[in-house]
């Protein structure tokens, strides 16, 4: 019987050991989850993560890292709404750490909930098509409370030119100075939306520090009177690109203010960012999309050119 062991993140030390276990799961997955040293600082580095209680790992008797585990949990002032993510390495699955990495995330949320005085729903994600995974999540109680679709569109295709409305300015975020209405900008614009928890000025700031980070794809629209009305966050992620082959660009994030919608905006800043991930030399633009929004966004999608590619299942479960 293999003897597992647990313990806490250590820090960079353990980089490369994670990006071995992540990467061993996505050459049998294939969800296009390969990671690089500066996205694995991003997440377990975080501000508001704490790394020594909501980050665990397992190690089999030879000290291989075998599963990870990593309990996010927004500030809320209603329910905490703690999302689990979590790695098992192909040769261990199926062999209960699957379940001991459940049970430690319901412990843990737990505490956090106790701590707050909260009521507390544990969340996970699966693709439609991981049988296993979802036959686990129902036996330990979970149930799917959401649809989610990776749409994709290609490049080499026309794409319209956007119409913007009068006295409107597109532009892109520059600097520190920009920070704080754009985060005001982002929770005008989620605050009707699913599972919205607000942005803080820190993680955008934080978010920016990222080398990766392009502000010239981070595009927001800006009234006559200087307002921040809609933004389209454009990404190009240059070190997962050569390892599969592609040149994929993401619409990471599109938003308009509840004040400046039904006005077309949305829709130009979606046509501004596909021509601006075009010209850094993306072929194919991808993004993430709520089955379900109250906003139409998947309409919005389709009628520019995006088609279905996968559909992912939100889980949850009371804890």
Request: charged share 30%; glycine share 6%.
């Amino acid at each position: 019987m293999n003897i597992l062991t647990t313990r806490s993140y250590k820090g960079e030390s353990d980089w490369c050991a994670i990006a071995n276990l992540i990467d061993a799961c996505e050459a049998v997955d294939g969800v296009g989850e390969e990671v690089s040293a500066s996205e694995l600082k991003l997440v377990l580095d975080a501000p508001k993560l704490d790394k020594a209680r909501d980050v665990q790992l397992w190690e089999d008797g030879n000290y291989r890292l075998i599963g990870l585990a990593l309990l996010d949990m927004p500030d809320s002032q209603h329910e905490i709404d703690g999302c689990l993510w979590f790695y098992v390495h192909p040769k261990a699955r199926g062999q209960d750490l699957e379940k001991d990495i459940i049970k430690w995330g319901e412990k843990r949320l737990g505490e956090v909930s106790k701590q707050r005085n909260l009521p507390a729903k544990l969340r996970t994600y699966s693709r439609e098509d991981e049988s296993d995974g979802m036959r686990l999540l129902e036996k330990e109680g979970f149930k799917v409370d959401r649809y989610f679709l990776t749409m994709a569109r290609s490049l080499a295709e026309p794409i319209p030119a956007p119409e913007f409305p009068a006295d409107f300015a597109l532009t892109h975020v520059s600097g520190e100075k920009d920070i704080q209405p754009w985060v005001e900008m982002f929770n005008q614009s989620f605050i009707d939306h699913w599972n919205h928890h607000d942005l803080t000025a820190e993680t955008v700031r934080y978010w920016m520090q990222d080398e990766n980070y392009q502000p010239e794809l981070d595009l927001i629209a800006v009234s006559g009177d200087r307002k921040f009305a809609a933004f389209c966050d454009c990404q190009i992620k240059p070190q997962k690109n050569p390892r599969s082959d592609a040149k994929d660009g993401w619409i990471e994030l599109l938003g308009t203010r509840r004040d400046y919608r039904k006005m077309g905006l949305g829709k130009a800043m979606l046509l501004a960012g596909l021509h601006t991930l075009k010209a850094a030399g993306a072929n194919t633009a991808k993004l993430s999309v709520d089955a379900d929004s109250l906003t139409g966004a998947t309409k919005l999608y389709k009628s520019v050119g995006f088609r279905p590619m996968e559909t992912w299942l939100s889980w949850a479960k009371p804890v």
